[in-house]
């Protein structure tokens, strides 16, 4: 399944960005309510946002002889 969305650059970049938009409003809540859970829940989320478009491009490059 992770391999089919990495091999559709709609579909990496659409969930990317799905998960931009559910990290900042938690790390902004996490912020103002000093609560611990919902801004490192909001961190985790936008590392990984920000790790899919390097991840894809390893996962599907061509390997050169």
């Known amino acids: ?4 969305i990495l ?5 990496y970049l659409s969930l990317s960005f ?3 938009l559910v990290a900042l409003p938690l790390i ?3 912020s103002a309510e000093n609560s ?3 801004f490192w ?3 985790v ?3 990984i946002a920000s790790a899919i ?3 894809q491009k390893l996962a599907t490059r061509k390997k050169s002889s």
């Open 36 to 38: 611990d859970t919902l």
């Open 53 to 55: 478009p390097p991840i």
């Open 45 to 47: 989320s936008m590392g």
């Open 7 to 11: 091999q559709n650059r709609m579909s």
């Open 18 to 20: 799905a998960l931009f």
């Open 41 to 43: 829940l909001g961190f």
């Open 28 to 30: 902004s809540l996490g």
């Open 1 to 4: 399944m992770i391999k089919r």
